[in-house]
């Protein structure tokens, strides 16, 4: 009896194999950011290879440092593109096409059953389409470059069952968080989280990939969704290749298993400077904020910026609030559909789609002693500027804050 892992793998590696088994494993796609491409690129050289394994299973987005905030920055982007060329790698995305986990899901690269390797530790975020998606090291995409292989260790799994309705107000990421809070940021590590239960069915597909985008943060390898009709329409006329869903079997061996009722769940917080440090938002003391920010891969898709806008509709912001979209996709939408005018009319700055301030490396950084409230995954000391205090929230959580310029719990909106 097989998890989703185990059955991946076992394909991937061409046998039957268990948690904790060491294999070597063929990789379906393979992605590099402008940030971490520089120096897989740079391994792969130094390995004195010439050709990559395969340039149609390459992806590389431009999304951390975009557009170029320094000459340095943009002398690196140069050399990537130009090794791009040289290597014909087809599935180049530039700048302002969008954050690495929005791009390879949105044009079919998230697929089901599939292993998809990422230079990026926020490539969990493709379990949500039933994929088997991890983050590696620079030096091991080198590799990954070379021979479209890579060693794993096999993970155990740990089950999560979320059950029951969000009430107004509480979505996706307040439920990751709540998870995060419980387990701790060691909870799941080098395990696979699987996700279960009708909470998890009656998501969205933007809500899911919230939901494994953060498995990350409670040290998961993965964070996998069984995928179902939802996932199968999403992929409909976008799947770059056929695939094959994989399920797990009845009597499944996990090695924890942990439940939620979201019943009766409300906002969530994770306070600085740890994701794990989570509370109720009924339990968090008034705070003063100096910013707002609502984007990156873990929140800055269409529907989270839909629900910023029904909040600020008609109002005025109280602290500068940066709205930068996950894709041009996401952001033309926006466009389309009046998002944007609403956000704007609101006080909102708009960014070009990438990840923005997350990193702490580009616009948007805080100064220090400042509080940001965020839609991002993480809140690490130093994380967007030295000596910053980010608090994490919702986007509906972040756009409340926004007007009242301090935490805000979303529903007294």
């Known amino acids: 009896m097989s998890t989703i892992s185990e059955k991946i793998f076992s394909r991937a590696s061409g046998k039957k194999v268990k948690a904790n088994d060491f294999v070597i494993a063929d990789v379906d796609f393979a992605m590099a950011h402008d940030g971490t491409s520089v120096l897989a690129v740079k391994s792969f050289k130094e390995m004195e290879e010439e050709k990559v394994w395969n340039p149609e299973k390459i992806i590389i987005p431009f999304d951390h440092l975009t557009p170029a905030n320094t000459d340095t920055t943009a002398v690196l982007h140069h050399e990537i593109r130009e090794w791009i060329k040289e290597q014909k790698i087809s599935n180049f995305y530039d700048v302002g096409e969008g954050i690495c986990h929005q791009l390879l899901p949105e044009n079919g690269f998230a697929l089901p059953g599939k292993l998809v390797v990422g230079a990026d530790s926020h490539s969990c975020t493709y379990g949500a389409f039933g994929a088997f998606g991890t983050g590696v090291g620079a030096t091991d995409m080198s590799e990954i470059f070379a021979s479209g292989k890579l060693w794993f260790k096999v993970p155990e799994s740990i089950k999560i069952t979320a059950d029951g309705s969000f009430k107004e107000g509480v979505y996706a990421k307040d439920l990751i968080l709540k998870i995060i809070g419980t387990l701790g940021v060691a909870g799941a590590t080098y395990k696979a989280a699987e996700f279960y239960g009708n909470a998890i069915d009656s998501m969205s597909m933007s809500g899911r990939m919230t939901l494994s985008n953060m498995a990350i943060e409670m040290g998961g390898k993965a964070g996998i969704i069984p ?22 079997d009845e009597g499944a061996v996990y090695s924890d298993e942990y439940t939620f009722d979201v019943n009766e769940l409300e906002p969530q917080i994770a306070s600085p400077h740890q994701v794990d440090n989570v509370q109720d938002i009924s339990d968090i003391k008034p705070t003063k904020v100096d910013q707002a920010f609502i984007g990156t891969c873990t929140n800055g898709r269409l529907e989270d910026l839909e629900v910023a806008a029904s909040i600020l509709k008609g109002e005025k912001v109280a602290v500068r609030t940066l709205i930068v979209p996950a894709s041009r996709n996401v952001l033309i939408e926006a466009v389309r559909k009046g998002i944007v005018e609403t956000l704007l009319e609101a006080g909102s700055v708009i960014g070009s789609p990438g990840c923005g301030p997350c990193l702490g490396g580009h616009m948007g950084v805080i100064g220090k002693g400042e509080t940001c409230i965020s839609t991002a995954n993480r809140n690490f000391k130093g994380r967007m500027g030295v000596g910053g205090f980010i608090y994490l929230g919702s986007p509906a ?10 935490i805000t719990d979303p529903r007294e909106i």
């Open 227 to 248: 995928p179902d009709k939802k996932t199968f329409d999403f992929l409909e006329g976008r799947a770059s290749e056929e695939y094959q869903p994989v399920y797990a």
């Open 397 to 406: 959580t972040a756009a409340a804050s926004a007007l009242t310029g301090e």
